[in-house]
């Protein structure tokens, strides 16, 4: 156990932490993290499904009840896109071309930033000063802004930011009784922009869709941040002697997630964002996912009140457990083993055909206690020898997910009982040309969802269009007609 001084207690205790929670993060850099006990990858007939033969039904039951259900869209959005544009800040620091930078510059006049960017450029400007201009503080500083403030896709009257298509797709399948709720999540410094920028659209999109926007925001919360430790494991310290906390990946956003008041909730990261005429899928396939999720959540409710009132056929109740949420028990099942399988937040995980996009897998997992349940698995969950199980997959996960958050009762459920704080990971990082290691709590849609029930229905790569580097925006994915 480390001794800890007065100094290093008190800022401890800045950030919500306890000396307790700091030596057990300690522990676990000592002891690291157990890789999944993957029992096999989803597929059809095995851990996913395909609803195209009953598209109409359930993008009919979703229209026909989603005015009964308070929807939210939410939107990971925190932290500046600065990997982005890594190959652009290299050739400014080295002067050597490199094929992203001369693509760029081959193209620019494509990029929906163009308009702007040709605004502020010098006369006669260099190449250079193009990508100067474009990425650092004296022009338009894109490489230290969030994508969502990004001009994503440019189209004859207008350019549009990632916030935008946001915006308009959520008008779109996020409606209901004439409201769109939609949260963001942002980094503190970068809450003004994302203020000043919907203040901006929000009116003109509410005059265009009929319709009245609620957004909200949030910063990740600072309790969720996990200390770096050297490489021996003890505490890391800044120059000043301070210890060094760092944000612990996009599972903290679950903490967020916990206080968004709705029913369901509609997940996806702020640059998978399409143009106009690629939204069509997007848009039933949300649908889709939304109807499923409806009619999951109704059979889910009638079984555990039948389990309350003692009316419940255990075996028409364990069949579905097996054949529809895809749970193997390790025992023969009980009404208590029941019910605390049903009583959990719903998920419906969108799934498309692995083309090798760098990120995580449906699989079949069995946990500690032997059950084998659906899970999203992350590359950092997979022990080295076995990663090629990830990229054998048939199916991607593109975080693209519908969920249920309230139980029967109409009370939300606390999503932070449902994390496994097991399948945090660890990383190698450095500050200062110093080397340090870092803890990730459990991803937001893999370990911080691990106790939720979860079914994986396939949908096309057409719903999946993200904007990882910079020339993603000039592909047919990102390029308006």
């Given at each position: 156990m480390?001794?800890f001084?007065?100094?290093?207690?008190?800022?401890?205790e800045?950030?919500?932490?306890?000396?307790?929670?700091?030596n057990k993060?300690?522990?676990?850099?000592q002891?690291?993290?157990?890789?999944?006990?993957?029992?096999s990858?989803c597929?059809?007939?095995?851990?996913a499904?395909?609803?195209?033969?009953?598209m109409?039904?359930?993008?009919?039951?979703?229209?026909?009840?989603?005015?009964?259900?308070?929807?939210v869209?939410?939107?990971?959005?925190?932290?500046?896109?600065?990997?982005?544009?890594?190959?652009?800040?290299e050739?400014?620091?080295?002067?050597?071309?490199?094929k992203?930078?001369?693509?760029?510059?081959?193209?620019?006049?494509?990029?929906?930033?163009?308009?702007?960017?040709?605004?502020?450029?010098?006369?006669?400007a260099?190449?250079?000063d193009?990508?100067?201009?474009?990425?650092?503080?004296?022009?338009?500083d894109?490489?230290?802004?969030?994508?969502?403030?990004l001009?994503?896709?440019?189209y004859?009257?207008?350019?549009?930011?990632?916030?935008?298509?946001?915006?308009?797709?959520?008008?779109?399948?996020?409606?209901?009784?004439?409201?769109?709720?939609?949260?963001?999540t942002v980094?503190?410094e970068?809450?003004?922009?994302?203020?000043?920028?919907?203040?901006n659209?929000?009116?003109t999109?509410?005059?265009?869709?009929?319709i009245?926007?609620?957004?909200?925001?949030?910063?990740?919360?600072?309790?969720?941040?996990?200390?770096?430790?050297?490489?021996?494991?003890?505490?890391?310290?800044?120059?000043?002697?301070?210890?060094?906390?760092?944000?612990?990946g996009?599972?903290?956003?679950?903490?967020?997630?916990?206080?968004?008041?709705?029913d369901?909730?509609?997940?996806?990261?702020?640059?998978?964002?399409?143009?106009?005429?690629?939204?069509?899928?997007?848009?039933?396939?949300?649908?889709?996912?939304?109807?499923?999720l409806?009619?999951?959540?109704?059979k889910?409710?009638?079984?555990?009140?039948a389990?309350?009132?003692?009316?419940?056929?255990?075996?028409?109740?364990s069949?579905f457990?097996?054949?529809?949420?895809?749970?193997?028990?390790?025992s023969?099942p009980?009404?208590?083993?029941?019910?605390?399988?049903l009583?959990?937040?719903?998920?419906?995980c969108?799934?498309i055909?692995?083309?090798?996009?760098?990120?995580?897998?449906?699989?079949?997992?069995?946990?500690?206690?032997?059950?084998?349940?659906?899970?999203?698995?992350e590359?950092?969950?997979?022990?080295?020898?076995?990663i090629?199980?990830?990229?054998?997959?048939e199916?991607?996960?593109?975080?693209?997910?519908?969920c249920?958050?309230?139980d029967?009762?109409?009370?939300?459920?606390?999503?932070?009982?449902?994390?496994?704080?097991?399948?945090?990971?660890?990383?190698?990082?450095?500050?200062?040309?110093?080397?340090?290691?870092?803890?990730?709590?459990?991803?937001?849609?893999?370990?911080?969802?691990?106790?939720?029930?979860t079914?994986?229905?396939?949908?096309?790569?057409?719903?999946?269009?993200?904007?990882k580097?910079?020339i993603?925006?000039?592909?047919?994915?990102?390029?308006?007609?």
């Open positions: 480390t001794n001084s007065t100094s290093d207690i008190q800022q401890i800045s950030h919500g932490l306890t000396i307790d929670t700091i993060q300690l522990t676990d850099f002891n690291g993290f157990p890789y999944s006990n993957i029992v990858a597929i059809i007939g095995n851990g499904f395909n609803y195209d033969d009953q109409d039904k359930y993008i009919d039951i979703y229209n026909h009840d989603c005015n009964k259900y308070r929807i869209k939410f939107v990971p959005a925190s932290g500046a896109a600065t990997r982005m544009f890594k190959d652009l800040f050739y400014l620091s080295t002067g050597q071309m490199n992203t930078t001369q693509t760029v510059l081959d193209n620019i006049e494509q990029f929906a930033f163009w308009d702007d960017l040709k605004k502020i450029l010098p006369d006669a260099t190449d250079t193009k990508i100067k201009y474009l990425v650092t503080e004296i022009g338009l894109y490489g230290n802004k969030p994508k969502g403030l001009q994503f896709h440019k004859q009257n207008e350019s549009r930011t990632a916030i935008a298509e946001h915006l308009i797709e959520g008008a779109l399948y996020a409606r209901a009784n004439d409201t769109v709720r939609i949260h963001f980094s503190p970068h809450m003004n922009g994302f203020q000043e920028l919907l203040d659209l929000v009116p999109y509410e005059t265009k869709f009929g009245k926007y609620e957004i909200s925001m949030s910063t990740q919360k600072k309790h969720t941040d996990t200390i770096a430790v050297n490489m021996d494991n003890t505490p890391f310290r800044n120059e000043d002697g301070t210890l060094l906390f760092r944000p612990a996009h599972g903290a956003l679950i903490a967020n997630l916990n206080d968004i008041d709705a369901i909730v509609f997940i996806k990261n702020i640059d998978n964002v399409c143009p106009d005429h690629m939204r069509a899928d997007t848009v039933t396939y949300k649908k889709l996912i939304g109807g499923i409806i009619d999951i959540k109704n889910i409710f009638k079984y555990l009140h389990l309350d009132s003692g009316t419940a056929d255990i075996n028409e109740i069949k457990v097996q054949d529809t949420l895809n749970i193997t028990l390790h023969t009980t009404t208590d083993t029941l019910y605390a399988i009583n959990r937040p719903i998920r419906i969108g799934i055909k692995n083309t090798g996009a760098p990120g995580g897998g449906p699989f079949l997992v069995r946990d500690a206690s032997g059950l084998i349940s659906p899970q999203i698995v590359p950092g969950q997979i022990a080295p020898e076995k090629s199980i990830l990229h054998d997959g199916y991607f996960s593109p975080t693209d997910i519908a249920y958050i309230r029967y009762r109409g009370c939300k459920f606390n999503l932070i009982e449902h994390v496994d704080e097991t399948a945090g990971f660890i990383s190698t990082k450095s500050k200062n040309g110093r080397d340090l290691r870092a803890m990730e709590r459990p991803g937001l849609w893999n370990g911080a969802m691990a106790k939720w029930n079914i994986f229905v396939t949908t096309p790569g057409t719903t999946f269009t993200p904007a580097t910079i993603d925006l000039i592909t047919p994915d990102h390029l308006a007609k």
